[in-house]
């Protein structure tokens, strides 16, 4: 039986239908690009780039400004894949050299790039493990492409296993807001 969303889900999910913004994943190696790179770049934007894989630069294309994007840790230790914060679309889809020519990694562009700009860190970084778990729980969740086609880089996220993500990642703290400390 799908497991029901919680109070702060059904929100999300509403918001989602009443804006049509949609979500999306995003991976990096953090040796490459972390979370920390991303949140000490100017005003938290930087440009989603080197994406080779046609389909990833497919939604890549599909995305839209204020589009949300859950920022997810790949890497070689199973400890280490994990979704670790949001971030938001800052700006769609330009061509190579149609920005500010900085990019996240040495090499260029593969052809285009959008910008995505920091939006929060999960107070709980949601492991991949912890997602494989709920696949049979949360509706929505075993078709994932994270756990379909784990070697995607970008990739659409139902708005349920968003809520789902969100929920287990205990929220996040957002640009310029303090933590609240457990009493």
Known sequence: MPRKAKPAAQ??????????????????????WSWSDQARAKGGVAPW????????????????????????HSGAGASSRRVVG?????????????GDGKGKGKEAAAGGAVDVRSVGEFRNPVP?????????????????ALLRQPRLSVMPVPAKVWDWICDAGGGFVQDGEAEEEEP
């Open 128 to 144: 991949l493990g912890e997602i494989k778990k709920a696949a049979g729980e949360v509706e929505g969740m075993s078709d994932f």
């Open 86 to 98: 949001v971030v938001e679309v800052a700006r769609t889809w330009y061509e190579e050299g149609e």
């Open 11 to 32: 929100a999300t999910a509403a918001a989602t239908a009443a804006t049509g913004v949609q979500y999306w994943l995003l991976k990096t190696e953090p040796g490459e």
């Open 49 to 72: 780039d080197g994406v080779r894989n046609h389909q990833a630069m497919k939604y890549l294309r599909a995305m839209r400004t204020g589009d949300r994007c859950l920022f997810y």
